[in-house]
């Protein structure tokens, strides 16, 4: 199951490169949170938190209460997926490789994956459970268990609950999930490097290395002006792919008819 955090200002600026690339490989299986109803999404597949949360805003209480509502969305499909993973709606996340790298690992036991979000544990000495633990960054992706998700709706049964607790401990969304994975429900951190925020900007600063490796990476994080694959082809005008979203899509899906006749043309174009 794949939710997507957005914001219906991001509609047109973001979330529909993902509906045109990655997105309408798994349509079925991909849900969204976000403060108002978007075009062309199905009102089953869509959560809308204004009421709940009120105005938009990138707060911490903003951001709490948005991913309260993920929580909600997993409760209604706990029995239907084995898997439940979390995203930005500035990213692109290679579906193949997520499943082939979710299924080395059992669902039925307890697992919180993603890509560490600093180069060390959080140092926590307040009380209680003073002590370091671990937490994912949700701009990269988060994925968690069924049996993971199945134990953390025992401790967040309604939005408040989730909400309150990120203010309570002033932590943001992501470090308060971490907190009560780790100090509630004794389950650590799986790190995956292959997950990918838009704050690597690193990411795209090697060409080589991103060459080398993106065929095996799983997600990756957009944001203008310099952390996106710009080296990439322009497989399609700046203006209808100002993040070159779909052109990574055509390089990692050239079976799809629309790729493999722009990737034909580009190369036949490029030669001449």
Known sequence: MYVIRTNSQFYQKRLIYQLQTWISLVSNDVFFVSNRLLPNISSNHILSTEQTCGPDAHTMNGLCCKTAHDFLLYQ?????????????????????????????????????????????PLHRTKEPYPSPFWFATLGAGVCLSQRTVTRLLGLISNVSEFADGCIRENYHDDIYL????????????????RFHSHLEKDFYENRAEFLRIFVREITFGFRLPDRYPYFLPDLYRKQIDPFRMRTLHCLLYPEIKQCRTKINKYFFNATN
Do not use: M, P
């Open 76 to 120: 209604r499909h706990l029995l239907r997926y084995q898997w439940f993973c979390h995203f930005d709606d500035d990213q692109y996340v290679n579906t193949n490789n997520l499943n082939e790298y979710l299924s080395t690992y059992d669902h039925t036991k307890e697992y919180y994956i993603g890509k560490n979000s600093w180069a060390g």
């Open 178 to 193: 971490g907190f009560l994975l780790n100090n509630y429900l004794n389950i650590t951190l799986t790190k995956c490097q």
